[in-house]
């Protein structure tokens, strides 16, 4: 089992900037790929952006392509995902997720894996 916890969520008004990070603990050895997802009330959970241990490969979803960052400590068994140039839409709950398999080399991302309990998001206009 792999346990994961996010943190760093709030609220900052458009145009700002948040960080939000995971702390991966338990059989971690056995995750091939990280990933955060967003949920908004009613709505299907998408990928936001992602990465592959192996090679530090990255993928971002097109609404936050240019504006997302994300990226792991290893040594920490952590996962991060720097937000800048925060807009309304990006008001969510941002879900860590970790897989392993050929789930990690499907595009769009669509994680089976393990989830943390999200942390929310609030981009203020």
């Known amino acids: 089992q792999v346990q994961l916890v996010e943190s760093g969520g709030g609220s900052v008004q458009a145009g700002g900037s948040l960080r939000v990070s995971c702390a991966a603990s338990?059989?971690?050895?056995?995750?091939?790929?990280m990933g955060w997802f967003r949920q908004g009330p009613g709505e299907a959970r998408e990928a936001v952006a992602t990465?592959?241990?192996?090679?530090?490969?990255?993928w971002y979803s097109t609404p936050v392509k240019g504006r997302f960052t994300v990226s792991q400590d290893n040594a920490k068994n952590m996962l991060y995902l720097q937000m800048d140039s925060l807009k309304p839409e990006d008001t969510n709950i941002y879900y860590c997720?970790?897989?392993?398999?050929?789930?990690?080399?499907?595009?769009?991302?669509?994680?089976?894996?393990?989830w943390g309990q999200g942390t929310q998001v609030v981009v203020s206009a």
């Open positions: 997720a970790a897989d392993s398999g050929v789930r990690c080399l499907r595009v769009p991302p669509s994680y089976a894996g393990y």
């Open positions: 338990g059989g971690i050895m056995s995750v091939e790929c």
């Open positions: 990465i592959y241990n192996r090679d530090g490969t990255t």
